[in-house]
């Protein structure tokens, strides 16, 4: 079954760290790029951070660049991400993405608030 699989959300105080896990199967996973995407409460879609396939290449949007970072283990078929300093706007539901294949995971709720 090819699917990913989101852990690691929760409820942390503002300045507070978490990490987020991705869990791939069914997919040859270390040839693909994969991102994290996430939605806040009434909010759109926002792209928050990509890794390239060999981990080598990273990117994150302009909000989070410095507190976070992503990272993979592609003999674990796992990407990560590492969420520091967190601010209550990154509340959201935090989704990882396999864009070429089209594939989401269920996501993880993030939640930072005092």
């Known amino acids: 079954q090819v699917q990913l699989v989101e852990s690691g959300g929760g409820l942390v105080q503002p300045g507070g760290s978490l990490r987020l896990s991705c869990a791939a199967s069914?997919?040859?996973?270390?040839?693909?790029?994969m991102y994290w995407v996430r939605q806040a409460p009434g909010k759109g879609l926002e792209w928050v951070s990509f890794?390239?396939?060999?981990?080598?290449?990273?990117w994150y949007t302009n909000s989070v660049k410095g507190r976070f970072t992503i990272s993979r283990d592609n003999a674990q078929n796992t990407t990560y991400l590492q969420m520091n300093s967190l601010k209550s706007e990154d509340t959201a539901v935090y989704y990882c993405v396999h864009l070429g294949l089209g594939l989401w995971g269920e996501g993880t709720l993030v939640t930072v608030s005092s």
């Open positions: 890794i390239s396939k060999s981990g080598r290449t990273t």
């Open positions: 069914g997919l040859a996973f270390s040839s693909y790029r």
